[in-house]
């Protein structure tokens, strides 16, 4: 239960002007008292309970967030934080963020980097570049939040949201000098993925075909199997097939498309 941890460094922040709002998903275990602990105490801090859910990678933990703000306010408030509840937080963070935001008028997304401990050391966790703000710890501009529409509830949200944000003319920006550390699980690495995972993942990004295959030959160069390729493959087109259900508008899914093309461009064929 890292629960504790979270809510500790947040409490413990140098900014003071913050509303947390504490989703327990139908937690059986001792969430609910723990969340208590730090409501009774600090009028800072609410809840919100809700009923147990099933896992959906992305959609699950979306709707569990958006619970939680709809019962704010967001009128009053300049900033909205999502935060997952394994990481804790530096004591300078929310008032670094809010600075950066009040200093640069086109940032739309904000956060720091994710360090996980190894060996008894805190090191970078690498599991994406040092340009993109990870899910567990994102600081949105309202007025950027709510142009996007919101975070959506599907799997590649994450990274949904920073394209749509740079699509609207606003900047993804991380502070490298913010170091949040992640309570990992013993023995778990977030950087494995099944290849179904990453089939419906390249599909619910939106990406069309041919750059759903560019992405799946990655990301089976990194584990050297045509197998996995395949397999990626084969569970993008199942859900291609079954015409699943997008979170995002067709001109979305073309800004998407084309985000990912330049990229493709820019790093691969040096355009």
């Not at 800072?44 to 709809?70: C, D, E, I």
């Not at 019962?71 to 934080?81: A, K, L, V």
């Not at 959506?152 to 944000?165: H, K, Y």
Request: proline fraction near 3%.
């Amino acid at each position: 239960m890292h629960l504790p941890l979270t809510l500790d460094s947040l409490q413990q922040q140098t900014y003071s002007d913050f509303k947390v709002v504490a989703v327990n998903d139908g937690s059986t275990d001792k969430t609910a008292d723990i969340i208590k602990k730090y409501t009774d105490q600090d009028s800072r801090f609410g809840t919100v309970n809700l009923q147990k859910s099933a896992h959906q990678p992305g959609s699950k933990v979306v709707s569990a967030f958006k619970n939680g703000l709809n019962t704010q306010n967001m009128d009053e408030f300049d900033i909205i934080c999502k935060f997952d509840a394994d990481i804790i937080l530096p004591g300078n963070y929310l008032n670094t963020i809010a600075e950066a935001f009040k200093s640069h008028p086109d940032y739309g997304l904000v956060g720091g980097l994710l360090y996980v401990e190894k060996d008894g050391s805190w090191i970078y966790e690498g599991n994406s570049n040092k340009y993109h703000v990870r899910g567990p710890l994102k600081a949105y501009r309202r007025e950027s939040y709510i142009r996007m529409e919101g975070i959506r509830e599907t799997l590649g949200w994450d990274n949904i949201d920073s394209i749509l944000l740079q699509n609207l003319g606003w900047k993804e920006v991380v502070l490298p000098e913010l170091h949040v550390k992640l309570i990992k699980v013993k023995g778990a690495d977030y950087t494995i993925k099944p290849a179904k995972y990453y089939g419906k993942y390249f599909y619910f990004l939106g990406l069309n075909r041919f750059l759903a295959y560019i992405a799946s030959f990655k990301e089976a160069t990194k584990s050297r199997s045509a197998k996995f390729f395949f397999s990626i493959i084969r569970a993008y087109e199942h859900c291609r097939s079954q015409r699943l259900e997008l979170k995002i508008s067709r001109d979305e899914q073309k800004a998407v498309n084309r985000q990912r093309w330049n990229m493709l461009k820019k790093k691969w064929l040096k355009m």
